[in-house]
């Protein structure tokens, strides 16, 4: 099976409209729109907090259009398909694509896939199989016999009437969209789709933000959806937008401070966004002093804590944590690259940080919506 990958075609960048405070998922399409956002949120929290779906909003436009991932067809180390030609269904090397079945979850390490085998789910995959689909007992020509290898579009579409329904199933109905995983699509090559392969497999992959799927351990149907990462990550800054997790010593744009699971506080329905936001600030505030060994250690290198909020759509599917993270924010330009973990000496922007003096003053100009940093007593 081919080795390209097959990318989302770009969608028309969209402005957000009304309410402009962000949460985890609620992505602009385009880079202005983030700066939009990250500038004109409407946020009622004390400094240096600020939720961080301004982080999210920036993340996702990084990713843009990209509402799904594939993951194109792969060779083996032969070259050959993965199915015969004169029997499609029948496969040759690959058995363990070719008997991928719903709960199966997939690994590689070679770009072009020829490595691919099935793994115990709760090792570390790439994917996990939601449904396998045989195109050729659908009616009509377009899978037939001799019918031309379907283009980026419409595999797009048959991702969307068929991959998109499979995981909504695969997981009862509890697919969360603002969570770590994106509905993905694996489809055989042209080579295999002309002597006779039409099987399409549909499941769950955990994306970075270049589309590149990165490692995820656990059944995604048993499994907290909620996008977190582990304390003491970073994640890279490109364009002065976060990308995916890096070494601290390189350039990043925020670090993780703690992971806070709202379950403990709210365990039952969807609370309101005062309570959600009162309680997540307390304990990002906290855990942050707890992480840098001085509750003003946040202030004294200028940075801002950011968390996020999430909305009933994600409640409702199971999620319940959300990540603190501490970055430095800038007023129309996202994030400024941080280098270092904040633990120790950081550098912002190639420079180290200059403490505010204790005369009143601060400063560091507060970010739009932010309340002024409290003063010294």
């Known amino acids: 099976m081919s080795s390209d990958d097959v990318p989302q075609p770009p969608q028309a960048p969209e402005r957000p409209s009304g309410d402009k405070s962000s949460r985890l998922g609620s992505f602009p399409r385009s880079l202005d729109a983030a700066r939009e956002t990250l500038t004109g949120a409407d946020l009622h929290l004390s400094a240096p907090t600020m939720r961080w779906g301004l982080l999210a909003v920036a993340a996702g436009a990084v990713i843009a259009a990209m509402v799904t991932l594939f993951v194109t067809g792969f060779d083996n180390e032969k070259g050959l398909e993965a199915h015969t030609p004169g029997k499609p269904g029948e496969t040759v090397l690959d058995k363990e694509f070719g008997t ?30 939601a449904a396998d689909i045989d195109m050729s007992k659908y009616p009509g020509k ?23 329904p499979a995981v909504q199933q695969y997981l009862s109905g509890r697919f969360d969209p603002r969570g770590r995983y994106v509905v993905g699509l694996m489809y055989p090559s042209p080579d295999g789709w002309k002597h006779g392969d039409r099987t399409l497999r549909c499941g769950l992959q955990y994306s970075g933000s270049t589309g590149t799927p990165l490692p995820s351990a656990g059944n995604a149907a048993e499994h907290d959806q909620s996008k977190v990462f582990e304390t003491g990550t970073c994640l890279g800054i490109n364009q002065n937008l976060p990308t995916d997790p890096v070494d601290c010593g390189q350039a990043h744009a925020v670090e993780i401070v703690s992971t806070i699971d709202l379950a403990a506080r709210f365990p039952g329905a969807p609370p309101a966004k005062e309570e959600q936001d009162k309680f997540v600030e307390e304990e990002c505030s906290r855990s942050a002093g707890d992480y840098l060994g001085s509750p003003d250690q946040v202030r004294n290198k200028t940075l801002t804590l950011f968390f996020d909020y999430l909305d009933a759509r994600s409640w409702l599917a199971g999620s319940r944590k ?14 400024a690259p941080i280098t270092g973990s904040a633990r120790g000496e950081i550098l912002i922007n190639g420079q180290a940080p200059v403490p505010p003096p204790n005369s009143g003053r601060s400063t560091p100009t507060p970010l739009p919506g932010a309340a002024p940093l409290p003063q010294p007593r």
């Open 322 to 335: 959300l990540d603190c993270m501490i970055g430095k924010g800038t007023d129309r330009e996202g994030f």
């Open 100 to 129: 991928a079945a719903e709960g199966d979850c997939l690994s590689w390490t070679r770009q072009d896939r020829g490595d691919l085998v099935k793994v115990a789910c709760s090792n570390k995959h790439l994917f996990e199989v």
């Open 142 to 164: 377009e899978f037939g016999a001799g019918s031309r290898f379907p283009d980026s579009l419409r595999l797009t579409e048959l991702k969307e009437e068929h991959c998109v």
